[in-house]
Every structure is written in structure tokens, then in C-alpha cells.
């Protein structure tokens, strides 16, 4: 894979430090971009890791027959190592550590690869990422969202609420249409009239913190939306009393009746 090295000037890091979210046009190469299709693709195709709870939809109840909405696939570097040896991943790994202000070596990294599909794909509801994961911790974490196809407003592209990062805690979440079962959230605890669109050409990437308030609308357009994205967390902080959210216990109890094992955060 052809080699790209990407650095932040001084105003990128401060933006993401007051706004929450920067967006820059190229974090890999051209002929990067094509493989990184090709193994997304073959990853989709397969429903890579259904049995595990590693594939489903985020837009739809858990274990639904109908098409899938917002398909997703968890943990792509776990059924394709070579992606961590991929310039995405370690541009990615090295932003990722200057905009948290921690060593490389003391980054961890996970991924997950979403899907819009073209005409039907469903929007992703304003949320912040740190409402799905543990409560017993403060975050030091930020997601890194590479666009392999032109993603626009009408496409799908990612939209952020300024300054939202700030907020003392995570707001109030609830899940999609109500539906423990399924696993995507929603917050109203947002003013869209405040937003900012990111439009990316393939190639481009944005970064946002884990309390930033993000969406991304439907997909309108012919062509698919395909999104890898990579959260880097720096060391977190414990908790002294765990984080009131209930809607992760919600989704764990609707998943119990249901019969259906796997892993809420």
C-alpha cells in the first residue's frame, strides 16, 4: 500500500479542541482507498461475524428479517489484521494521539465499519458515542471517520453540534423508535439548527470527541455510503459511582427475553 504521511498545523488542534470535531480532505492514498473497498465489501457481503453478535443493524431491531437499514460490521481488523498495517490506521493512530495529547503507546484502538445503502439507508439520529459505552469510566476518546465514497448531505455525510463536547456528562439517550432492540441511539437534547455538514470526497476524514453530538442523514442518493471508522482511547478515568444510563440496561434486559447473546458495550 502506497505510503501518506498526514500532519495537523497548530489551528487544526485547536479546533478540535474548542469545536469537538475537525475535518481534514485526505488521510490515505488513492490506491488505499480501492483495497479498503474491496475488503469492506467482502466483510458486508458475508454478514462477517452475525454469529457473534459482530454484524447487525443499527437502525433495526436485533435478529429483523427484513433489509438491513444501517448494517454494520464490528471489529474488521479482527477478521482482516492486515488493516492495521493499512496508512489509514496508522495516520489515524498518530492524529489520534496529537488531538488527545497522549503517547501513541498508550493509545488503544478499535473499529467498526457502517454501511448506507443507496436509496433506503437510514439517517444516524443525533447521539454522542460515550452513551454506549461503560459507565464506570470517563473516556479519553475520539472517532476517526474515513469516507471511502463521496459523502454529501444528501448521502449521509457527518454533521456535529460546536462546542458540544463540553458538556458536564452524557445527556439523556433513549434507543431508536423506543425499541431497546435496537441498538442505535438518539438524544433530544439537541438543537440541529446549530449544526455543521462535513461533506468528504473519498479519501477525507473527520475526527470527533466521544461527547461530541453527532447525526448523519439518510442516504437519498444511487450510490452506497461506506464509512471505517476507528476509536482511539487514551487512558480512562474511574468512576466513583458508576453513570446513570438506563438505556443500556434496557437493551440488555430486552436482549435476555429475547434470547439473544451478545456484548451491549
Given at each position: 500500500?502506497?505510503?501518506?504521511?498526514?500532519?495537523?498545523?497548530?489551528?487544526?488542534?485547536?479546533?478540535?479542541?474548542n469545536l469537538g470535531f475537525l475535518a481534514i480532505d485526505?488521510?490515505?492514498?488513492?490506491?488505499?482507498?480501492?483495497?479498503?473497498?474491496?475488503i469492506f465489501d467482502r466483510l458486508f457481503d458475508a454478514r462477517t461475524g452475525e454469529s457473534r453478535g459482530l454484524f447487525y443493524d443499527l437502525a433495526a431491531p436485533r435478529g429483523h428479517a427484513g433489509r438491513n437499514l444501517l448494517p454494520q460490521v464490528l471489529g474488521p481488523d479482527l477478521h482482516v489484521p492486515e488493516l492495521r498495517e493499512s496508512t489509514y490506521y496508522r495516520n489515524a493512530r498518530a492524529l489520534g494521539a496529537t488531538l488527545l495529547g497522549v503517547p501513541e503507546d498508550e493509545l488503544t484502538i478499535g473499529?467498526?465499519?457502517i454501511m448506507k445503502p443507496a436509496r433506503y439507508g437510514?439517517?444516524?439520529?443525533?447521539?454522542?458515542?460515550?452513551?454506549?459505552?461503560d459507565p464506570n469510566v470517563v473516556m479519553n476518546s475520539l472517532s476517526v471517520w474515513l469516507s471511502l465514497d463521496e459523502a454529501t448531505v444528501e448521502s449521509g455525510c457527518m454533521q456535529f453540534i460546536p462546542g458540544s463536547h463540553q458538556s458536564e456528562?452524557?445527556?439523556?439517550?433513549?434507543?431508536?423508535?423506543?425499541?431497546?432492540?435496537?441498538?442505535?441511539l438518539v438524544t433530544d437534547h439537541v438543537d440541529p439548527t446549530h449544526a455543521v455538514s462535513c461533506p468528504l470526497s473519498p479519501g477525507g476524514a473527520t475526527f470527533h470527541h466521544s461527547r461530541t453530538l453527532h447525526h448523519t442523514?439518510?442516504?437519498r442518493t444511487p450510490a452506497v455510503r461506506r464509512a471505517y471508522i476507528l476509536v482511539c482511547s487514551g487512558p480512562a478515568d474511574e468512576r466513583d459511582t458508576p453513570a446513570h444510563r438506563p438505556w443500556q440496561q434496557d437493551e440488555r434486559n430486552a436482549l435476555a427475553r429475547a434470547g439473544i447473546d451478545v456484548q451491549v458495550f
Open positions: 500500500m502506497h505510503s501518506l504521511n498526514v500532519t495537523l498545523t497548530r489551528n487544526q488542534i485547536a479546533d478540535f479542541v485526505r488521510i490515505t492514498a488513492n490506491d488505499e482507498i480501492g483495497q479498503l473497498r474491496e473499529g467498526h465499519m437510514a439517517e444516524t439520529p443525533w447521539h454522542q458515542d460515550e452513551a454506549y459505552w456528562d452524557v445527556h439523556e439517550h433513549r434507543h431508536i423508535d423506543d425499541d431497546p432492540l435496537i441498538h442505535g442523514g439518510a442516504n
